[in-house]
């Protein structure tokens, strides 16, 4: 069950937008639109922001978007703000029923 | 507001068992499927293991099928993972999470429980 591949880390300066790519295979990411995405700022737990490839929850700013085509799923940060530094990850449900999550992407505000 | 509490964690030697329990409130823990999620230190997120919300369903991870349990007790609102022949590879924050269905969509978490497996 290897992990959902992401680039270790993204910056970027404030204002700018930044994407964060998720790359899997078609037993996972290319089988459903079964892809959330999940925002961890250090020490704390992480907090859902996208599920469903594409949905917000309630309460998840907008500046906060994604996609997916193929294999592969990304996310988009608009209008980069420093409280936006964290860990991110993706995660995928898979045709084995099981889930995997991405390797996780640091992001940085310079 | 909805919250999940993870306790159980420790420092226990190989080979080691512990029981980590994840408790419920705000909310009604039998609708819905609880899942737990590892992170050890310093590195990323990984699914360990799940239970349907009336728990007749369990699932797995390899790295721990054969050596974890996870079971749920509705009418005590918490859900317990049975951790045994434990190893280093397992040290890590145990966090439980709230399921919301189809996909992977985590929508509540707690704050951690850690285990340490070192002799």
């Known amino acids: 069950q290897a992990a959902l591949t992401q680039p270790a880390s993204v910056s970027g300066s404030p204002g700018q937008s930044i994407t964060i790519s998720c790359t899997g295979t078609s037993s996972d990411v290319g089988a459903y639109n079964y892809v959330s995405w999940y925002q961890q700022p250090p020490g704390k737990a992480p907090k859902l922001l996208i599920h469903?490839?594409?949905y917000r929850p309630s309460g998840v700013s907008d500046r906060f978007s994604a996609s997916k085509s193929g294999n592969t799923a990304s996310l988009t940060i608009s209008g980069l703000q420093a409280e936006d530094e964290a860990d991110y990850y993706c995660?995928?449900?898979?045709?084995?029923?099981?889930?995997?999550f991405g390797t996780g992407t640091k992001v940085t505000v310079l | 507001e909805d919250l999940l509490l993870e306790s159980g964690g420790g420092l226990v030697q190989p080979g080691g068992s512990l029981r980590l329990s994840c408790a419920a409130s705000g909310f009604i823990l039998s609708n819905y499927a609880i899942y737990w999620v590892r992170q050890a230190p310093g590195k990323g997120l990984e699914w360990v293991s799940g239970i349907s919300n009336g728990g007749n369903r369990a699932y797995y991870a390899d790295s721990v099928k054969g050596r974890f349990t996870i079971s749920r007790d509705n009418s005590m609102d918490t859900v317990y993972l049975q951790l045994n022949s434990l190893r280093a590879e397992d040290t890590a924050l145990y966090y439980c999470t709230r399921r919301i269905m189809p996909g992977p969509t985590f929508d509540s978490w707690g704050l951690g429980t850690l285990v340490t497996v070192s002799s």
């Open positions: 995660s995928s449900y898979t045709t084995s029923d099981t889930f995997l």
């Open positions: 469903d490839v594409t």
